[in-house]
């Protein structure tokens, strides 16, 4: 995404979804401490790259795309069936965390490896609330996420400025989550330490670090729920 397209969508989004959480709702984004137990989202590293779509509820039935359009070199899973429930369990627990009703969506997870970075961007409409929660890492150092925070204007219209958001670090432990505005806050990773070459430490694994990113919709009494319209990419 191109810095006037961001912009223009920050700008576009900007107070579209509010929520019963105050702290949210200024910040754009809230930090939830273990949000859950990593035994249970825990994955090793596939051999493949690319993404892989699972159609289906057994771990046989997906496609394979051998190019990763967000991350270039990174490995994605569409829908992978180790998350089906979870990604609902967890979508109960960010309704209690925000106060609305949510209508989950859908989610991947990501393998990132050394050299690979998250461009920043905002997500496609489908993804009004997104949460990410680290899974596991093998960096001996920490890898943040950033976000911006929501600028402030004098009035609805949003013609003048009062104050410029900031971009904002974010360090998640493998259990933990954020939940954001996923089409609303700016969000990106820097390149991740490391290089290709030194990626097979002394413990023999790649480097790797992974997270999920789960999307939902807020559920508005007038709603009229199109799961079609869930399916874009972030
Ligand atoms: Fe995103």
Known sequence: ???????????????????????????????????????????????ERGMLMYWGKELHQFEHIPVEEQVDGSLSRYNHPQYRRIHSRIGKKIEEIIGRKLYTTYFYDRFYLPGQELKKHTDRDSCEISVTVHVSTNLEESWPIWIKTPNTYTDKTKKQLLTKGEERSVVLQTGDGMIYKGCERPHWRHVMPGTLESSLPTNNKELCETDIVMFAHIIDCCDNLDISKSMFMS
């Open 1 to 47: 995404m191109k810095e006037p397209e961001i912009i223009a969508s920050e700008w576009n989004n900007h107070g579209s979804t509010w929520t019963n959480n105050k702290q949210f709702d200024e910040d754009g984004y809230y930090v939830v401490r273990d949000l859950w137990n990593v035994e249970e989202l825990y994955h090793p590293l596939p051999t």
